[in-house]
């Protein structure tokens, strides 16, 4: 069983950045793929970025690519999520999640934390 808790979101000014981190429990965080999605009003849920367990390879929604990294520290059971030049269509609450592999499906993944607010106004 894994347990996430995000943190870090916020109001930022269009253009302007905050890293999201998520605190992981248990023993076993360093086996997990962990990926971050975002759900804005009315929208379904979309894939931002994850991150393998393995060799830390990351991949990027196309619309996120060379604006957010996303990173991890095993030794700190956490997860980061740096968002560099946000834009207003950035805004959405940002869900941290942990899987068995890297992916961009929903429902690869098993375990949800409970999102944080990212507002970027223009």
């Known amino acids: 069983q894994v347990q996430l808790v995000e943190s870090g979101g916020g109001l930022v000014q269009a253009g302007g950045s905050l890293r999201l981190s998520c605190a992981a429990s248990?023993?076993?965080?360093?086996?997990?793929?962990m990926g971050w999605f975002r759900q804005a009003p009315g929208k379904e849920r979309e894939f931002v970025a994850a991150i393998s367990w393995s060799d830390g390879s990351t991949y990027y929604k196309g619309s996120v690519k060379g604006r957010f990294a996303i990173s991890r520290d095993n030794a700190k059971n956490t997860v980061y999520l740096q968002m560099n030049s946000l834009k207003p269509e950035d805004t959405a609450v940002y869900y941290c999640?942990?899987?068995?592999?890297?992916?961009?499906?929903?429902?690869?993944?098993?375990?949800w934390g409970q999102g944080t607010q990212v507002t970027v106004a223009s």
């Open positions: 999640t942990a899987g068995p592999k890297s992916s961009s499906r929903y429902d690869d993944y098993d375990y």
């Open positions: 248990g023993r076993t965080f360093r086996s997990y793929a």
